[in-house]
């Protein structure tokens, strides 16, 4: 990499006519006022984050569509195995085609704004999939819920990036994506009520799954509208020094939000080696997301009934809460993303080789194996929260997230490709446990290169190191991680 940029040590006390605020880190009362600003920020953003996550977890991961396959969409519908496939891989080609101009909308106008416009517009359509009665209308439905879907992910992790530090984005993003397994469990547990409603107000009991959460999406988006801020510039309940004091906080981010939108950090972006490696790795993970879609179905082809099968799947959400908040919180405080992730894909590799190996009288051992599976979503997310502290650059940021969300997105429509033997799914779970090996190995590969890239970094700096008014001077020019010699790659 060649850098383009080398800041002078100078005392650099203002940056375009704004002052810059003198900090002390050893100050009592300033790390006390830090302190207090963080739960402050968490009071107002997790509590949002985490129950939009759940709406998104509950339709995003596929436990409406699932519990309306065991509640009699699949009959209803007149669909096949190979139809409900087609059905999880359309809502991703709607979210693949979508990313690139979600994310330049996301750049470009207000982040608050454009998230409630999404959840409106995605819960409407979720009330539309109920009035679906064949094939084609639920392929139409399915690629508009993908494309109305698409920016809401990307939104929460540009929010966490612009709230929080390196050290504390994994944790906090492991958090709000917590609400992936909460929602196995809600949906579950309301899958049960939703099973006594067939009939009411003339609808079928899987018609249900969609227009319960579908309207509580849309009030979302209306409370996110007025309510929701998506970057400190945009948070109206931040004092004009709790804003300076976050710029502090966030100096080693080296970057803060930028509307203009820099095409040469596009290009930079897209000839980036390690970008390209991360969706490799994104692709594959997310190989293994198709349990969602078929989870319950693999549990019911155990021969449990319908009320059976909703109880068992509610283990499921449970572990994987477990799994995520153990693996952000150990990444947050071993400060290492790549072996962590190798460390959570043993469970997945245990978990389809008992899938794989037993037969099928060995039920709890087939549990055990479905249980193991959720192990993966803290692979992804510790990948999701290692992007913005790789690419730095606001504009080459949301480029490396969109391209991020691709590779999602390429997986997903992969995934239920690979799970068409019914009721077995021996082909699908044999592809998952080659994806586990190939990403462990890749995720080292990362590792390695930006391993290397620090040290080469560190001979040429040699004893230099800037002040932290220099590294708030750098975000605030909107530098790239190629172009400021001072950045280090997480590792």
């Known amino acids: 990499?060649?850098?383009?940029?080398?800041?002078?040590?100078?005392?650099?006390?203002?940056?375009?006519?704004k002052p810059l605020r003198q900090y002390d880190p050893q100050d009592p009362d300033q790390q006390e006022a830090e302190r207090?600003?963080?739960?402050?920020?968490?009071?107002?953003?997790?509590?949002?984050?985490?129950?939009?996550?759940?709406?998104l977890a509950i339709h995003g991961q596929n436990d409406a569509e699932c519990l309306a396959a065991i509640l009699g969409i699949l009959k209803d519908a007149h669909l096949t195995a190979n139809n409900y496939s087609w059905l999880s891989s359309i809502f991703y080609f709607g979210f693949l085609v979508s990313e690139f101009p979600s994310n330049f909308l996301m750049q470009r106008f207000p982040i608050a704004k454009y998230l409630s416009t999404s959840l409106v517009l995605w819960g409407s359509v979720l009330c539309c999939t109920a009035a679906c009665n064949n094939f084609t209308s639920l392929m139409v439905i399915r690629l508009l819920l993908g494309i109305t879907e698409a920016g809401v992910t990307p939104t929460f992790t540009l929010s966490t990036s612009l709230f929080?530090?390196?050290?504390?984005?994994?944790?906090?993003?492991?958090?709000?994506f917590c609400a992936n397994g909460i929602s196995g469990m809600v949906a579950s547990m309301i899958g049960l009520g939703i099973s006594k409603m067939d009939g009411a107000g003339g609808l079928k009991?899987?018609?249900?799954?969609?227009?319960?959460?579908?309207?509580?999406?849309?009030?979302a988006g209306i409370i996110a509208f007025f309510t929701y801020a998506g970057s400190p510039k945009e948070a109206k309940w931040l004092s004009d020094e709790e804003r300076d004091l976050l710029e502090y906080m966030l100096r080693d981010n080296q970057t803060e939000e930028n509307k203009?939108?820099?095409f040469f950090q596009v290009k930079e972006c897209l000839l980036d080696?390690?970008?390209?490696?991360?969706?490799?790795?994104?692709v594959l993970t997310n190989i293994p997301n198709a349990v969602a879609s078929f989870g319950q179905l693999i549990i019911q082809g155990f021969g449990f009934s319908v009320t059976q099968t909703i109880l068992l799947g509610i283990p499921t959400g449970f572990v994987q809460c477990v799994f995520l908040i153990s693996g952000s919180q150990l990444s947050t405080r071993l400060n290492q993303r790549a072996y962590v992730i190798c460390l959570y894909w043993l469970p997945v590799i245990l978990g389809t080789s008992l899938l794989t190996a037993l037969p099928r009288t060995e039920v709890a051992g087939l549990l055990a194996g479905v249980y193991l599976l959720p192990a993966f979503t803290v692979t992804f997310i510790i990948s999701l929260s290692w992007l913005p502290?790789?690419?730095?650059?606001?504009?080459k940021k949301v480029t490396a997230h969109a391209i991020f969300m691709i590779g999602y997105a390429v997986g997903n429509i992969i995934a239920p490709q690979c799970y068409t033997d019914l009721p077995t799914y021996h082909h699908g779970i044999a592809i998952t446990l080659a994806c586990c090996c190939v990403c462990m190995a890749l995720t080292l590969v990362i590792r390695s290169i930006l391993w290397r890239e620090n040290k080469r970094r560190d001979a040429l700096q040699g004893d230099k190191q800037p002040t932290w008014e220099e590294l708030v001077d750098i975000a605030r020019r909107d530098l790239t991680d190629r172009e400021n010699i001072y950045f280090r790659y997480k590792l």
Request: aromatic share 16%; net charge positive.
């Open 164 to 176: 929080y530090d390196r050290k504390t984005m994994t944790s906090r993003i492991g958090y709000w």
């Open 273 to 282: 080696p390690h970008m390209w490696l991360f969706f490799v790795v994104v």
């Open 205 to 219: 009991s899987w018609q249900w799954c969609f227009i319960l959460p579908g309207l509580v999406t849309v009030a």
């Open 1 to 17: 990499m060649d850098e383009k940029y080398d800041i002078e040590h100078e005392e650099v006390v203002s940056v375009d006519g």
């Open 260 to 262: 203009q939108f820099k």
């Open 389 to 395: 502290q790789t690419f730095v650059g606001h504009t």
């Open 36 to 55: 207090r600003l963080k739960r402050k920020i968490d009071v107002r953003m997790m509590p949002f984050m985490l129950q939009t996550g759940l709406l």
